[in-house]
């Protein structure tokens, strides 16, 4: 009779267990997950054209950043430095469907020398290549309490938060190139471009073309 006792306990008790070991992982999962360091947006320029019809969700895609990057630790990220994404969903028009999708998640950002800016990134804008020669000027950041370091539209900064500058209605108006305040499309007939980054297209594909300014807007992973 103890022993049926003691095993009914021990079977009783072995969900508890379960339930502790389960808790233990989600809380080591959490620890291991890379922090927000920091915010910022890039502007990059598509190095091969991307159609929608012709990508899958998984696919590799990659562009370059068009002007350099002064990070707020003083790290130099040069002009037309490699800068990788991957699609997580790709759409052609087929019938019926009312339009075509493309989407893309930005993930890290070479710097050279061996190291990798880690980011988790969204398209924020899209616009015309205004001049593939004549690249904007360096950006710089702002420090960690907010102070300029650099111009309104400072590229990166170590707060939470973008400085959003003085000048950042000569950027949305859409009528010009695009610049790091830039949202939306800008010059690009028939492409829109949703809160969560996704492109969309009435055309049969979404396409993006060489050269195509692409302003994305990060987080920094440390």
């Known amino acids: 009779m103890?022993?049926?006792i003691i095993g009914v306990l021990?079977?009783?008790?072995?969900?508890?267990?379960a339930q502790s070991g389960t808790g233990a992982a989600v809380a080591d999962q959490a620890a291991n997950q890379p922090k927000v360091t920091g915010h910022g947006n890039i502007p990059v320029q598509v190095t091969k054209t991307l159609e929608s019809e012709k990508l899958k969700?998984?696919?590799?895609?990659?562009?370059k950043t068009a002007g350099g990057l002064r990070l707020a630790d003083g790290t130099i990220v040069p002009e037309g430095s490699k800068v990788i994404a991957h699609v997580t969903e790709a759409k052609a028009k087929a019938k019926g469907d009312p339009e075509s999708e493309l989407a893309l998640v930005f993930d890290k950002v070479e710097i050279g020398g061996g190291h990798d800016?880690?980011?988790?990134?969204?398209?924020?804008?899209?616009?015309?290549?205004?001049?593939?020669?004549?690249?904007?000027?360096?950006?710089?950041?702002?420090?960690?309490?907010?102070?300029?370091?650099?111009?309104a539209n400072a590229g990166f900064q170590q707060t939470t938060d973008i400085k959003s500058g003085s000048d950042t209605t000569n950027y949305d108006n859409r009528k010009g190139p695009v610049g790091p305040m830039?949202?939306?499309?800008?010059g690009l007939h028939g492409l829109q471009l949703s809160?969560?980054?996704?492109?969309?297209?009435d055309g049969k594909d979404v396409k993006l073309g060489k050269?195509?300014?692409?302003?994305?807007?990060?987080?920094?992973?440390?």
């Open 117 to 151: 800016l880690h980011v988790k990134g969204l398209v924020q804008a899209v616009g015309e290549n205004p001049d593939a020669n004549n690249p904007p000027p360096m950006m710089e950041a702002t420090s960690s309490r907010g102070k300029d370091v650099g111009p």
């Open 182 to 186: 830039s949202t939306g499309v800008h």
């Open 195 to 201: 809160n969560d980054g996704v492109l969309h297209s």
């Open 2 to 4: 103890t022993r049926v």
């Open 10 to 17: 021990l079977f009783a008790a072995m969900p508890l267990f």
């Open 57 to 63: 969700a998984g696919d590799v895609v990659e562009f």
């Open 211 to 222: 050269g195509t300014r692409v302003i994305v807007h990060v987080d920094i992973l440390g």
